[in-house]
């Protein structure tokens, strides 16, 4: 696999997605941490649904730590899994409170201390809020990244070293959204849509039966 190729890649789906926006509101920091736990599982539209009613209720990290745990637990239902997520966001949130006064930290290592935060998450947060590189490595992306051979692995951390080896250190926050929304709306995992695909010509799976289903 060539860097050129990678470049070409990042060009075209620059034209196609040109504001890789993240899909989960937000307006701090902290809400998108809590947000991005909540989907796990769940769709950010969902997601979105629930995250207003939950940051009037508890809008800071103190006030989430100190919530009810069944209180949180109902608001956050609709998104699935809902009594370990409750649990997975009130532990962050004292984890904010108790060892980053309350503060999202801006550092790998510090975000993947909070309960509930791995590294895509962070990832996510250091391009979105901080303006610093990081790629998001979640199934859409390890999806689409495979079928165009921008990597062989499996596991996450494995396709986020391939990625950074073929990326631009520039490039990884934004190139990286837009791998994800090419496999969430285009690259899809049952039925990818390859006639639609600005991508098509340079991707070994394109139009494959292994990847698109006969019709």
């Known amino acids: 696999m060539s860097k050129n190729r990678a470049s070409e890649i990042l060009k075209r789906l620059r034209a196609s997605i040109p504001n890789p926006a993240v899909e989960l ?43 009810l745990p ?34 999202v930290p801006e550092t790998m290592e510090e975000l993947t201390s909070l309960p509930g935060v791995g590294r895509k998450t962070a990832n996510l947060i250091l391009g979105e809020c901080f303006g610093k590189p990081g790629i998001i490595v979640d199934t859409h992306v390890g999806r689409v990244a495979r079928r165009l051979q921008l990597t062989a692995k499996q596991e996450a951390e494995e396709v986020e070293k391939d990625l950074q080896k073929l990326l631009p250190k520039k490039d990884w926050s934004q190139g990286s959204s837009r791998l994800l929304l090419h496999g969430r709306y285009v690259c899809l995992a049952k039925k990818p849509r390859c006639p639609d695909c600005c991508l098509a010509s340079l991707c070994p799976s394109a139009f494959s039966p292994g990847v698109l289903p006969p019709h």
């Open 70 to 103: 069944e209180e949180v637990e109902e608001v956050v239902r609709p998104t699935g899994f809902y009594r370990n997520k409750a649990k997975s966001i009130q532990a962050c949130s004292r984890h904010l409170v108790e060892r980053f006064r309350s503060t």
């Open 25 to 67: 509101k937000h307006s701090s920091p902290f809400e998108l941490v809590i947000a991005t736990i909540l989907s796990a599982q769940c769709t950010d539209e969902r997601v979105n649904q629930v995250t207003p009613l939950l940051f009037q209720r508890w809008p800071d990290p103190t006030a989430l730590a100190q919530a």
